[in-house]
């Protein structure tokens, strides 16, 4: 059964740029999470979505949000881009909250210029 | 300014040796326990899990011991291989209603043939 799918897996903007990135989770996972990875801090928590809800939220600026569709796909979206946003953002399936099992994607590697 | 990256415990290991990595996690509370491991561009691999309930978990060639007295987990690998060389991160899920996993800072494992 195909994994945890995020596209596009390269992208390169200019600050003030917004982008916009996606993630389908593996078939049957109804939970997403998303994740930031950074060599100054490690993988941090972004914000996790079930059922076309957030029902959690990690400690970043307002200029990072997300949804989550019907079918469980997610975006995630970040407005005016700074420099410091250039990471490895990562997704993460899982059946539900509260299941276990989480399956990351190989994450979408995302230059600010 | 130029970020700092994250100082990352390293071990090196011989080929064949057993390898231990240790994980100090943050919050008493927490329900659930996860060890991936991560290699260069790539999102992070499931490795083993184990819930709070346990004090051990075996899967092939790793084992997983989980200490809630001293919030302390380790990842035992037997045999270790070059394939083995990689980033190792243990990961928290914060109970309750938080679905979020804590990460911790992660340990290079490097593997002399």
């Known amino acids: 059964k195909a994994g945890v799918t995020q596209t596009p897996r390269y992208l390169i903007k200019t600050r003030g740029q917004q982008v916009t990135l996606s993630c389908s989770p593996i078939s049957g996972h109804r939970s997403v999470s998303w994740y930031q990875q950074t060599p100054g801090q490690g993988l941090q928590f972004l914000f996790e979505y079930f059922s076309e809800t957030q029902r959690n939220k990690g400690n970043f600026p307002g200029r990072f949000s997300g949804r989550q569709f019907s079918n469980s796909r997610s975006e995630m979206n970040v407005s005016t881009l700074e420099l410091g946003d250039s990471a490895l953002y990562l997704c993460a399936s899982s059946l539900e909250p509260g299941s276990y099992g989480y399956t990351f994607g190989s994450g979408t590697r995302l230059t600010v210029v | 300014g130029e970020s700092v990256g994250l100082h990352l415990p390293t071990l090196s290991v011989q080929e064949g040796d057993n390898s231990i990595i240790n994980c100090a996690y943050s919050n008493s509370a927490s329900d659930y326990f996860i060890w991936y491991k991560q290699e260069s561009g790539k999102g992070p691999q499931f490795i083993i899990d184990?819930?709070?309930?346990?004090d051990k978990r075996q899967g092939q060639r790793v084992t997983v011991l989980l200490n809630k007295t001293v919030k302390h987990l380790s990842l035992q690998i037997a045999a270790t291989q070059p394939g083995d060389s990689a980033v190792y991160f243990c990961?928290?899920?914060?109970?309750?209603?938080?679905?979020?996993?804590?990460f911790g800072k992660g340990t290079k494992l490097s593997v002399k043939p």
């Open positions: 990961a928290e899920r914060a109970g309750g209603s938080q679905g979020n996993l804590i």
């Open positions: 184990i819930r709070s309930n346990m």
